[in-house]
């Protein structure tokens, strides 16, 4: 009976503990606890990796040779592993003096040969994010000759062409641009693979942030780098835990379980305006919500269906009810707040316009249509009221929800009919959208150009193409707008695209939480001015 006793009331100890613990649970004052979908992460690898959590990830473990400072981002890019460049006469070569005192995690300087090791790598694996470096000229062929090491702490890129020196170095901005550890990933290299497996879940940077682990479709783990050459974060830890479903999100961070909840839906952002323990942090981003059109199908390869598939998305009515306060209605591929950026929204829900477009289409009695879709909340409910309103005019609409690996995938092997995404710019300058949404000069499959949206679609437009390489050589930044509002304006009127919404972040987050910016509309979150 005695050891009964003690067992129920050891039993009642642990059930009152954790009750306790659930009411005041609060993450240690040197810790930072994020709640995110990080599913869509597949490699940590900079010149592979180009999703939005993994951006998140690099941004704080690598440098670059220019970044943008969370303190003020309106400064653009400013000197990072790189402290001075000079261009020379005729535009096209830019040399660099790398920034003396700086290491690696490893503990290995930083140097001019890790910058040319990154970028000449980058080029040679030619994986997703690699146009961002070759559509300046660099190829597997030339890279060693464009990308030249001087001496020690010198090199430098000589582009193809004269472009804009600020629009190469937005370009070397991206997540592509990141400077690795040379000497630590070719001790890692396989079967000539430039230590691309080994990367994909190690590190090899010298930024604020080391990282300890990552989890697939879990978490991944940070610890704070006590030699960051902009001082050691104060968060020693950064967790960032996968969590799906906005109602956890909300109930972890009541809890103080997390400090940062970043999905949280507008009627969870409701919910806790009113606890003084939480805030909210709003930020427009550059994130645009779209959903396309394969051209490879033989309906949606009809403009007539395209331009009615335009009119039967309820705009709207989407902003209003369940995006409310977190998208805002935005029809062309520029965000706001970028050179060219225009306001025209042409489309808007018209069942009996859609309808009519269609019969001209040969189409009148509707086809059936599969939507793939990402496993995020906000992106299922627009696929649903995209099924609603299109069924209005008798399209029979299937939805195919996956992981944000499985539905890139497919969306990269150009094997769906209709896709809902989401696309964020890789660099602040208008060309990170125009090359992607309206340039694709070669499309065969046999391209591969799965970074570019155009291709992924299979819309070959080679005059497009030809004005978008045109704006990004236009020196006048005045003209330079003005092509791109043109090429806005046609592609809203002709590409399979209809683009939809601009993302309104808002992260809840614990009242003690300081410092927090997660980007705007050019740069993912940065965790090591963060304090509590």
Not at 61 to 89: M, R
Not at 259 to 266: F, I, K, T
Not at 389 to 400: C, D, K, L, P
Not at 429 to 451: I, R
């Amino acid at each position: 009976m005695n050891i009964l006793r003690k067992l129920l009331f050891s039993m009642a100890a642990v059930a009152l503990f954790a009750t306790a613990h659930s009411v005041c649970a609060k993450t240690p004052d040197n810790m930072l606890v994020i709640a995110n979908r990080i599913d869509d992460i597949n490699t940590l690898d900079p010149a592979q990796s180009f999703e939005f959590a993994g951006s998140d990830l690099i941004r704080n473990v690598y440098g670059k040779l220019v970044n943008f400072d969370p303190a003020d981002l309106s400064k653009g890019y400013q000197p990072d592993l790189a402290e001075s460049w000079t261009v020379s006469e005729d535009g096209k070569t830019i040399t660099f003096k790398m920034r003396p005192g700086i290491k690696f995690h490893s503990g290995n300087p930083v140097m001019a040969k890790d910058a040319v090791f990154s970028l000449q790598r980058a080029v040679k694996l030619n994986k997703t994010p690699a146009f961002i470096l070759t559509q300046f000229g660099f190829t597997a062929d030339n890279a060693d000759k464009a990308i030249k090491l001087i001496d020690d702490m010198t090199f430098s890129i000589t582009t193809d062409k004269k472009y804009a020196t600020s629009f190469v170095l937005n370009c070397l901005t991206s997540t592509i641009g990141a400077i690795i550890d040379s000497e630590t990933v070719l001790a890692h290299v396989k079967d000539g693979d430039f230590g691309n497996d080994w990367l994909k879940t190690h590190s090899a940077g010298s930024g604020a942030y080391i990282l300890v682990n990552w989890k697939p479709n879990e978490s991944y783990t940070l610890k704070s780098n006590p030699d960051f050459y902009l001082g050691a974060p104060k968060m020693t830890k950064v967790i960032v835990r996968h969590i799906a479903e906005s109602a956890t999100q909300r109930l972890l961070l009541e809890k103080g379980d997390i400090d940062l909840a970043r999905n949280l839906n507008p009627q969870d952002i409701t919910g806790i305006k009113g606890n003084s323990d939480l805030s909210v942090y709003n930020d427009l981003r550059g994130r645009i919500m779209y959903i396309s059109m394969n051209q490879k199908d033989p309906n949606l390869a009809k403009p007539k269906v395209v331009e009615a598939l335009k009119y039967l998305i309820d705009y709207k009515g989407m902003q209003d009810s369940f995006l409310k306060g977190q998208y805002t209605i935005h029809q062309s591929f520029l965000p706001k707040t970028y050179l060219g950026e225009i306001d025209d929204t042409p489309y808007k829900f018209d069942v009996a316009k859609g309808k009519a477009l269609l019969k001209e289409a040969g189409l009148a009695d509707g086809f059936e249509l599969k939507i793939i879709v990402r496993e995020a909340q906000e992106r299922i409910e627009i696929a649903q009221s995209v099924q609603n309103t299109f069924s209005q005019a008798g399209i029979n609409v299937s939805i195919e929800v996956g992981t944000g690996k499985q539905t890139l995938a497919k969306y990269r092997a150009r094997e769906h009919q209709i896709y809902v995404g989401a696309w964020g710019p890789d660099y602040p300058d208008p060309n990170t959208n125009a090359g992607t949404f309206a340039y694709n000069p070669d499309n065969s499959d046999e391209a591969k150009a799965t970074g570019i949206l155009a291709w992924r679609n299979s819309w070959f437009i080679p005059e497009m193409s030809k004005a978008t390489l045109a704006a990004v050589q236009e020196g006048d930044r005045a003209k330079r707008a003005a092509m791109y509002q043109a090429i806005q304006r046609d592609h809203q009127q002709r590409a399979p695209f209809a683009i939809m919404f601009q993302k309104i972040e808002q992260t809840g987050q614990r009242s003690n939480v300081k410092g927090l910016n997660t980007g705007g509309a050019i740069t993912a979150v940065s965790y090591w001015p963060i304090t509590k």
